[in-house]
């Protein structure tokens, strides 16, 4: 079945320090797996992607496939970073999307 | 990119009553998706429209129950009807422009409550 699972409902981390938003996901073929985010009253929007490799607001993504697992990491979290992240997972001819249940980063100062 | 309008932004409905959601982009696109956010969860796809053929329902989801018009490339409704309570949530669009990157672009969603 596929799947996509996200661990941690929230994340508190202070300025400054590390962020790691988990995903794992289970899918049968080549997946393309996908980080959005949405910040407080604003639309859903891509972050990351696996297959640019690039890295937007300081966050990185790095797809696993042995683990079966897309994480994210920024080395050093802003307040600005606030913001509800999923994981999301698109394969097949249909590009549907499959998304994690979510994570709550929350940057205290 | 696309920009995404859906109307209304948000509505309180009876229950046994039905409501219909409009999303339209500013550019033509070839798949348009609807999900539902239910309260504290996350998003689930309802179902794909393609214009020009019926649209594609995930398990769970019947027309009869949502029912999805696609009449030209830059517009679609979905249909919540006989709508209970448990039907409150979160409706969202979204689209797949044509640049062949897998990349949606999402709508503001319509917050819907059923009473």
């Known amino acids: 079945a596929q799947r996509v699972t996200q661990p941690e409902k929230l994340l508190s981390v202070f300025k400054g320090a590390p962020v790691e938003l988990k995903c794992n996901y289970s899918?049968?073929?080549?997946?393309?797996l996908f980080w959005y985010v949405q910040y407080s009253r604003q639309r859903l929007q891509l972050l990351l992607r696996h297959i640019s490799r690039e890295s937007i607001k300081g966050f990185t993504a790095d797809l696993n496939k042995g683990e079966t697992s897309f994480h994210q990491k920024k080395p050093f979290a802003q307040e600005e970073d606030s913001a509800m992240y999923y994981c999301?997972?698109?394969?097949?001819?249909?590009?549907?999307?499959?998304f994690g249940t979510g994570t709550l980063l929350a940057v205290q100062p | 990119s696309a920009v995404i309008s859906q109307k209304p932004s948000r509505d309180i409905c009876q229950r046994g009553t039905s409501l219909t959601i409009q999303c339209q982009v500013d550019?033509?696109?070839?798949?348009m998706f609807w999900y539902r956010q239910q309260p504290g969860q996350s998003l689930t796809l309802i179902a794909t429209?393609?214009?020009?053929?019926?649209?594609?329902?995930e398990s769970g989801f019947v027309i009869d129950k949502f029912p999805i018009s696609r009449p030209n490339l830059t517009f679609s409704t979905l249909t919540v009807s006989n709508m209970s309570p448990e039907d409150s949530s979160i409706y969202l669009c979204s689209v797949e422009p044509w640049t062949g990157d897998n990349e949606q672009f999402f709508g503001p969603g319509t917050r819907l409550t059923v009473l």
């Open positions: 550019s033509q696109v070839t798949m």
């Open positions: 999301a997972l698109s394969g097949g001819a249909t590009n549907k999307l499959i």
């Open positions: 899918y049968s073929g080549s997946p393309e």
């Open positions: 429209a393609n214009q020009g053929s019926e649209a594609t329902y």
